[in-house]
């Protein structure tokens, strides 16, 4: 079994170029303009800080740009997907599958609203969640299948809803298809639709490095279904008259800023997409390595720009290459994601018995080095250049002493 994936050295203070960018979308002086509005015009007893005008004119914007009937603010993506699986009223036994290369947020969040996590395997190109895999998976007792557009690469839904029409709950009907966009807002699926409008319901994460962020925090939900609409808007605003809720409000100076931010979306995204294929293009000459599928048409985000080693390097000799690249070159990178299971005791322990072969020898053989779109043409050189003559050192060492 691979070992447990390390993501950095230790010591990171001598890195020149961070394990992972601190902020994604960046700001101009028009999300400065757009804070500042909203401080003069809030510093008034009479107006205060009382977010639901902004933040509706947020989610009416949002929705318009990924064609959707509804968009919810939160004020997290974490908040946002925990009330989606909320809403589904999860009983003991009810499953929900997912794949088993993730972020362990949407993971932790179905253990924690009830649900029993069943893990599938990833699709080997591009590690989206496999649809044959979540077949040989799906029960009677499936409530929901969370599709995650991995780093960027937009899934395709298609085989997914109809998997779910194929195989219907006894009581509940087909399972729910909830997409976790929060690394592929702005993105286009393979059907040729906006990113969020598929499934029963799409959560987008603002969060400081995501593709556009709302001042550190913030999240969204796009969904067609009218009911779960209002449901979502009662939960996070203490249940309206009737149901239960919390105070999950977006503020008024996220939503402001998120505006500005939704209207850069596109060119931001433009820029990432461009760096990332000329990195690909600049180390299309390293045999070492297995690079990120080339999409376009927005299919493709590049959250982060995935790399593989040989199997042969898997665990042993990928961590070698992340600490070449940063104690020689100073370059940080990061694994992204490992499998779940493997890095969280909670997971591990709730999801005992499951194991996902070929999850585990992906995320052995995976890394993520640094890639931003403010990253100058020079760092950008400088960093493919490192790659390649990291990769090239470690070839020959593990060369010598295999």
Not at 80 to 102: K, R
Request: net charge neutral; hydrophobic share 40%.
């Amino acid at each position: 079994m691979p070992t447990n994936p390390a993501t950095v050295p230790r010591s990171v203070a001598h890195l020149r170029w961070p394990v992972e960018p601190a902020q994604g979308g960046w700001y101009t002086e028009a999300e400065h303009q757009a804070v500042r509005r909203v401080l003069t015009e809030s510093d008034d007893w009479r107006t205060g800080w009382k977010s639901a005008a902004t933040a509706g004119v947020f989610e009416d914007a949002f929705a318009s740009c990924t064609g959707t009937s509804h968009a919810v603010a939160f004020n997290s993506g974490g908040t946002a997907l925990e009330m989606v699986l909320h809403c589904l009223q999860l009983s003991p036994g009810d499953q929900v599958i997912s794949c088993a290369i993730n972020f362990v947020g949407p993971h932790l969040a179905i253990i924690g609203r009830g649900g029993e996590l069943i893990l599938a395997e990833p699709e080997p190109n591009t590690l989206n969640l496999d649809v044959i895999d979540t077949e040989r998976v799906i029960t009677l007792r499936t409530r929901a299948i969370l599709v995650t557009h991995w780093n960027g690469a937009a899934a395709d839904l298609r085989p997914f809803l109809a998997l779910a029409e194929r195989h219907p709950h006894p009581v509940h009907g087909p399972p729910r298809v909830i997409v976790d966009a929060a690394r592929c807002c702005g993105g286009r699926t393979p059907a040729g639709l906006p990113v969020g409008a598929e499934g029963w319901a799409t959560v987008f994460s603002f969060e400081s490095k995501k593709l556009m962020t709302t001042l550190g925090q913030g999240g969204m939900v796009t969904t067609n279904d009218h009911a779960l609409a209002g449901r979502l808007r009662a939960v996070r605003t203490y249940g309206g008259s009737d149901l239960w809720g919390t105070n999950q409000m977006m503020t008024k100076t996220q939503a402001a800023v998120g505006l500005v931010q939704l209207a850069r979306l596109d060119e931001m995204n433009a820029v990432r997409i461009d760096r990332a294929h000329r990195r690909t293009q600049r180390l299309s000459r390293v045999a070492e390595l297995v690079l990120p599928p080339t999409q376009h048409d927005r299919q493709h985000l590049y959250y982060r720009h995935n790399l593989f080693v040989p199997e042969t390097w898997a665990g042993q000799g990928r961590d070698e290459l992340m600490n070449v690249l940063a104690d020689r070159y100073g370059l940080g990178s990061i694994v992204s994601d490992p499998v779940t299971y493997l890095g969280h005791r909670l997971i591990r322990d709730h999801t005992a018995g499951q194991y996902c072969p070929r999850a585990e020898g992906l995320a052995a053989r995976l890394l993520c080095p640094c890639l931003h779109p403010r990253m100058t043409p020079e760092d950008e050189a400088a960093v493919c250049e490192a790659i390649q003559r990291a990769t090239e050192y470690v070839a020959r060492t593990r060369g010598i002493t295999e």
